[in-house]
């Protein structure tokens, strides 16, 4: 099957994408489903699917270690994958990319590798009020494994990070800030670059949480100058099970093994152990090879259609979505950054998120309900949770028309 997306015109046909995603032509609870929980996780393109399908049908063997026609194909995609991933990121080299299985391991590899080993008690990690637990937890496990400090910069109503606050909370005993680019629970985009810049002015280092960013912002390592960058292939049209962990060689050199296993070894003998040259040192075992193949795909289909395109028409039904969403009475956003996208997280006045959920399912509409994995950000704004829909590009109007209906039709039976 030839892939529309990969004969693009200037202005891609939106409509026609969304026909090449085969999960979205079902219905659920016999309703045609519409698919607003993609900051979860998106549905992937026949394109990705056929390009795991092949690699298991002809190619399936492991990487790296054999000199047979299966092996060496397989290492082939593989390898050529971290070249897409490189490209896509604009980093430097390939050996600058690491395979993970997601952003949740790339943030413990930076933890353990790079933080456990070069930090010290009084040491400090800066964070903001927005972050995912994946970004909150594995600093709080430092903290008492090796006396560490976390240090958290505030957020304001609007759910964005106010600059001057967030230099404040830097100190020269800081080491590491670790911030999202795009929030998950509120859709904020971060000022990035002015706070990797501020960061690098009192010598810390900076660790990105991009899971939520790459499939919607053009992502661009070098211009950013960030030294750590983190997402999700599952975020991004591709498999679950895997991710990438972006870092700057000079810094990948200098860190120890996350893991120990295969592949990740040069020698090993009882008396001692030589570790291989990046980016094998930090991937021991088999790897997910054919989702690192999927995850090719999907770079390959969103460059095709282009992210600066995908963000112009996120923008758009983002900005419709929000005006639909703010006539429902009794609704309030929950998160308003001036600069914000794809995500829209709000609750209705005397209605439970959870009920809200289960009354859209039953008409076909998949949204996310709870804390989103970001518990501090329910605090800070005093709710228990949010109903949270979250855009892709294979979303239309039609999509928001049919959320705006079914929540009023909820809201009849709730209240």
Known sequence: MTSLAHNQPMTPNFEALRAEFPS???EVNGKPLVYLDNGASTQKPQAVIDA???YYTHDNSNVHRGVHTLSQRATDQFENARKKVQGFLNAREDAEIIFTSGTTESINLV????????CEAGDEVVITAMEHHSNIVPWQLLEQQIGIKLVVAPINKKGEVVFDDFKASL???TKLVAVTQLSNALGTITPLKEMTEAAHAIGAKVLVDGAQAVAHLSVDVQALDVDFYAFSGHKIFAPTGVGV?????ELLDAMPPYKAGGDMIKVVSFSGTTFNDLPHKFEAGTPNIAGVIGL???IDYVQAIGLNNIAAYEHDLLNYATNQLEKIDGLNMIGTAAKKSSILSFQIEGVHASDLGTLLDHQGVAIRVGHHCAMPVMEFFGVDATARASLAFYNNQADIDTLVAALNKALNILR
């Open 245 to 249: 962990l972006y870092g700057k060689r």
């Open 111 to 118: 933890a353990h590798s790079f933080v456990h080993a070069f």
């Open 171 to 173: 100190s020269e005993r």
């Open 24 to 26: 979205l032509q079902q």
């Open 296 to 298: 090719a795909a999907g």
């Open 52 to 54: 795991i399908a092949h």
